[in-house]
């Protein structure tokens, strides 16, 4: 994990031991995706890079794939299932009438951690998977942390494959919240002189942070209330002169 925000990550960790997951982009690579999955056990919920995007309009012209493993479903003859990642998920390569292969969606049915011995953690994800003849299913359980033998076939699973891959309805829930958060750091530095802290000292500076975060939450729930239903117009901030 880069060393920035790999410091950042165990702070948090530290002072905000219910956390549960954590948003991130494009910037957090596979092998970071990885070590917050096993030091915290905190499901990542981010993109996953494009393999290919078009020069002129930026849009996503290939997704990241490649074979992962092989399965078979009980009481199924047909030939085993070939899973392969795409795009962060799971789906299924099978072969069409003209000879050629086509890669299949599967159903992302959910993801679950499991405490390790030594303090760490292990996560994995599960998906439905028909078999081939189409008369058979099955769940099945992947881990989405880097093995020592996914290094040597050079397979990074924190970047191919999420907990929570982009498509799933948690992720589509969960990912827009990431613009609010940008805008509201921006805001506040906006509002810092020349991009400076307003006081001095690490604890002065988050004692300042916690009060501003208070002071938004505060006016979200006078505008809200806890259900989420508008209650209140927005006061008139601007003033007035007296008449």
């Known amino acids: 994990m880069a060393e920035g925000r790999g410091k950042n990550f165990r702070i948090l960790a530290e002072r905000a031991p219910g956390v549960h997951g954590v948003i991130t982009d494009g910037i957090s690579h596979g092998r970071e995706i ?6 915290f056990g905190w499901v990542p919920v981010a993109p996953v890079t494009a393999a290919k995007l078009d020069r002129l309009t930026g849009e996503r012209v290939a ?8 399965v078979t479903v009980d009481g199924c003859t047909a030939d085993p299932i070939e899973l392969w990642y795409y795009g962060g998920r799971l789906v299924k390569r099978q072969m069409v009438e003209d000879g050629t292969h086509q890669l299949v969606d599967l159903v992302w049915k959910g993801t679950l951690s499991r405490r390790n011995k030594d303090g760490t953690f292990r996560r994995y ?7 081939n003849c189409g008369a058979h299913r ?9 093995s020592a033998e996914d290094k040597a076939r050079k ?10 891959p982009p498509g799933t309805e948690p992720f589509d829930a969960i990912y827009p919240f990431r613009s609010p958060i ?3 750091y921006g805001r506040i530095d906006d509002h810092l002189p020349l991009g400076r802290a307003r006081s001095y000292g690490a604890k002065r500076i988050l004692l300042d942070l916690v009060g501003h975060g208070h002071q938004v939450n505060s006016y979200g729930r006078f505008l809200y209330g806890p259900g989420g239903e508008r209650r209140h117009e927005a006061p008139d901030l601007v003033q007035r002169d007296a008449a």
């Open 182 to 184: 940008e805008g509201e």
């Open 155 to 164: 397979l990074t699973r924190g970047e191919n494959v999420r907990a929570i």
């Open 138 to 146: 099955m769940v099945h359980r992947e881990s989405t942390i880097t």
């Open 34 to 39: 990885d070590e917050i999955q096993r030091r």
């Open 63 to 70: 997704e990241k794939s490649g074979p992962l493993t092989t």
């Open 125 to 131: 994800v599960e998906y439905e998977v028909v078999c």
